[in-house]
């Protein structure tokens, strides 16, 4: 859900930027795009973390239950 949410947002801000740098110039167009696009980004991840709960987000940092997980994980592979 997170990625789908990321690839509006990036989306969305990449058009915003074409739009605004479109009437000076292509590659003018093209930079804003971009920048667009990380704002996009930026902005997507943070309504996914802050809207989406924990196993949804994809932060497996946060979510405790993955963190214990990785714990046991980690401490198989290092015992071995």
Do not use: E
Not at 14 to 26: D, K, N, S
Not at 33 to 55: E, K, Q
Request: proline content about 4%; aromatic content about 12%; charged content about 15%.
């Amino acid at each position: 859900m997170q990625k789908l949410l990321t690839m509006m947002g990036m989306t969305v801000g990449g058009y915003v930027g074409w739009a605004i740098g479109a009437p000076v110039g292509f590659f003018t167009a093209f930079m804003v795009s971009m920048v667009g696009t990380a704002a996009g980004l930026y902005a997507a991840r943070r309504l996914a973390d802050r809207l989406l709960p924990y196993g949804l987000s994809g932060d497996w940092r946060r979510d405790p239950r993955r963190r214990a997980q990785w714990a046991s994980v980690a401490a198989f592979v290092h015992a071995a």
